[in-house]
């Protein structure tokens, strides 16, 4: 299960430049996918070998006093919520503010972990001016400059011993069970009547299994020949629904079952079209490489012509591009139509995502394609590719051997992503390339 830590703190005290050190580290790696913008509020991190994800609070409050505050408040409870750990951040410049003593009082009550972090301490005296903040009452206090890095090395240290160490390994083994599927998406577009369809006919076949790491529970589903975990998502608890309306809760909301899922069923609302909240869950789940079936809901609403559906079809596929190989399927869950399809589909995906192409068969059927279609020379010099693989990895990826890997660019990248879909099943996965010296 994934690790998550959030960052919390007032404004202006340095907390996305934190944010931004943490996951600079994984920049590149987390932006491998093609086209997948990056997300200014969540990113993946890895300290000595453990992966966690980052959760930056800041940034969506509004501008008046009093919902300002009242809105980093819902963001601290948030945090805690969703989070296996927590750095609460003050300004050593600023000492102790009212705010400040409000989220210290709010965060001594938990039973997580909270790391206190004091930043802009670049010199001596600063240092000694740091003790102020043991008055908080929660611990030492962690100094740091988030600027030039300093200190966040020892932080981090402690921050992922709190982290469960298997989590890397476990995922791995997990790989041969029964696939996990998860429902997600924004607030009301029917994704607990979905989930409630799907389980609600025959409750004794179903075997809700608890203890899954805090409360994301997973249910084995077994009949009609499937056999997969649905895996509860968040936004099926219930909590208070003030807060429901901001792109943030949705995606934080998200992040974990996505994490812990293989395939994601994004559910949309076809009287709404694609919002930017589906298109950031979306970027999460092609993020984290997971399988995707587009799931429109509410179609019993939409007033119908000849190709409603065509064009409704296009309009997805436009919003999602450059990645466009994912199923979209479309339901009315009250009416129980084509729900089937959702599962078969995310099934098939789940498949997809297994695959393993042999790697004779791959350089039969790209070799000669590469040949008919090779890279463009770059500076006078010819680019050869001459042996394909498959690496092993949960995910479908391939390792392209050529002697200028550099020169490869992206148009021709995509070039050979859409000629492996179009020979090899991989409808709805994201595909990883890279190009290595032979």
Excluded at 102 to 117: G, Y
Excluded at 366 to 387: F, H, M, R, S, W
Aim: glycine share 6%; charged share 30%; net charge neutral.
């Amino acid at each position: 299960m994934g690790n998550i830590l959030a960052i919390v703190g007032r404004p202006n005290v340095g907390k996305s430049t934190l944010f931004n050190r943490l996951v600079g580290m994984r920049q590149a790696i987390v932006d491998e996918t093609s086209g997948v913008t990056r997300d200014r509020h969540y990113g993946k991190s890895d300290w000595n070998g453990i992966e966690f994800s980052v959760i930056d609070t800041g940034g969506y409050a509004t501008n008046t006093e009093d919902i300002f505050e009242e809105e980093i408040r819902k963001q601290v409870h948030l945090a805690i919520d969703e989070a296996d750990a927590i750095v609460f951040m003050v300004d050593v410049a600023t000492g102790i503010t009212d705010f400040d003593d409000t989220v210290a009082d709010i965060l001594r009550r938990i039973k997580k972990k909270v790391f206190l972090v004091v930043n802009k301490v670049d010199n001596n005296n600063r240092v000694f001016d740091s003790n102020v903040f043991y008055k908080l009452g929660l611990g030492a206090p962690y100094c740091v400059s988030s600027i030039s890095g300093s200190g966040t090395g020892d932080l981090l240290d402690d921050v992922v011993k709190c982290f469960d160490k298997n989590n890397n390994e476990q995922n791995d083994d997990k790989s041969d069970e029964l696939p996990r599927i998860a429902v997600v998406g924004k607030p009301n577009v029917g994704k607990s009547s979905l989930t409630n369809a799907l389980l609600d006919e025959e409750r004794n076949i179903v075997t809700p299994i608890a203890g899954t790491t805090r409360d994301s529970i997973e249910t084995k589903y077994k009949k009609f020949d499937f056999d997969f975990f649905l895996v509860d998502t968040a936004g099926l608890r219930k909590r208070n629904k003030v807060t429901e309306d901001l792109e943030f809760y949705s995606v934080m909301r998200s992040i974990r079952s996505i994490e812990n899922s293989d395939v994601c069923i994004l559910m949309m609302d076809a009287t709404q079209g694609v919002e930017a909240q589906d298109m950031s869950i979306y970027n999460l789940i092609i993020k984290n490489k997971k399988g995707c079936v587009i799931v429109v809901n509410k179609w019993d609403l939409v007033e119908k012509e000849t190709n409603t559906m065509r064009d409704y079809k296009k309009k997805v596929i436009d919003r999602i591009a450059p990645f466009t190989d994912v199923p979209v399927i479309f339901v009315s869950v009250i009416n129980k139509q084509r729900i089937y399809d959702v599962l078969q589909t995310a099934v098939k995906v789940a498949e997809n995502r297994k695959r393993k192409i042999v790697t004779r068969q791959l350089n039969d059927v790209l070799l000669p394609i590469i040949e008919g279609t090779p890279p463009p020379a770059n500076k006078g010099k010819y680019i050869k590719v001459k042996y394909i693989t498959q690496l092993a990895s949960p995910t479908p990826t391939f390792a392209f051997f050529c002697n200028l890997p550099q020169y490869i660019k992206e148009p021709y990248k995509r070039f050979l992503e859409n000629r492996l879909r179009e020979n090899f099943e991989f409808t709805g996965c994201p595909i990883q390339l890279f190009f290595r010296q032979k």
